[in-house]
């Protein structure tokens, strides 16, 4: 499959918060993207997020050299491994440094390899995937409302009023040893993966992402009409979009299906 992924990505300080402790960034050699939501006083959150993504896309270059060409197997306990290994590197820091003890940071990452998408994430920022105009959630929210739900203790229609829903369970850097949830899937032609922190999904409903994805001509028209509708519905967050189009070698990057 001969193919190419055009991308674009937004990171957008909202309208409330005064920094932001958002980072994105990519490795386009390698088909590696990355994406962190950081959290912890003063500029730790920032630290923690830029440190993550930093290191993250240091050892994925190091790691899935096209000149190794590891299986995809293979590429899944990398993946894993190296996300363990970054935690470790930040809370190494956060213990190391009074200005940011405690500092933490949510992680979600793509790697396509050759045979399927690696997906990885700790925390609750999301990886989504567009498919025949239908938007799914490939990853599920280390979080207390989603460990609630899935022990019956809150249901779908309670979910707006609870009030500890930006509670996460995992978090990079918090504590000594993380277990991410690393997956993999297929991709296809036309495919557009999205990778995004809580202050898009907060505030946005699946269906309105996917309302805007599928009116979209382009992946920056999308990225831009994501965060203006996140703004719009009051900014709280900083917000990050990252668009994933996969298409055909000579293919443009038209997104109109």
């Not at 990505?9 to 962190?36: C, H, K, M, Y």
Request: hydrophobic share 35%; glycine share 6%.
């Amino acid at each position: 499959m001969s193919y190419k992924v055009i991308t674009f990505g937004l990171s957008d300080v909202g309208l409330v918060r005064q920094n932001n402790e958002d980072v994105w960034d990519q490795v386009p050699t390698i088909r590696f993207f990355v994406l962190a939501d950081g959290m912890g006083g003063h500029q730790a959150g920032e630290v923690a997020a830029k440190e993550t993504v930093h290191h993250l896309c240091k050892l994925a270059q190091k790691k899935f050299n096209a000149l190794l060409k590891p299986s995809l197997k293979e590429s899944y306990q990398t993946l894993k491994h190296a996300i363990v290994q970054v935690n470790k590197h930040i809370y190494k820091m956060s213990r190391e440094s009074s200005d940011l003890k405690g500092m933490g940071t949510t992680l979600c990452c793509l790697y396509f390899h050759t045979e399927g998408v690696i997906y990885g994430h700790v925390g609750d920022s999301r990886i989504y995937r567009l498919r025949d105009k239908k938007l799914e959630q490939l990853t599920k929210d280390h979080s207390l409302l989603c460990e609630m739900m899935d022990l019956g203790q809150i249901h779908e229609q309670q979910m707006p009023n609870f009030l500890y829903k930006n509670i996460i369970t995992k978090a990079i850097g918090t504590e000594l040893i993380v277990d991410p949830s690393i997956a993999i899937t297929d991709f296809m032609y036309g495919d557009i993966f999205m990778m995004c922190t809580d202050g898009l999904s907060d505030l946005l409903s699946q269906k309105e992402m996917e309302n805007i994805l599928n009116h979209a001509s382009s992946p920056q028209e999308a990225v831009e009409k994501l965060v203006k509708a996140a703004k719009n519905k009051g900014g709280y967050d900083n917000v990050t979009v990252v668009m994933l189009h996969v298409i055909k070698e000579n293919e443009s990057e038209n997104l109109s299906r």
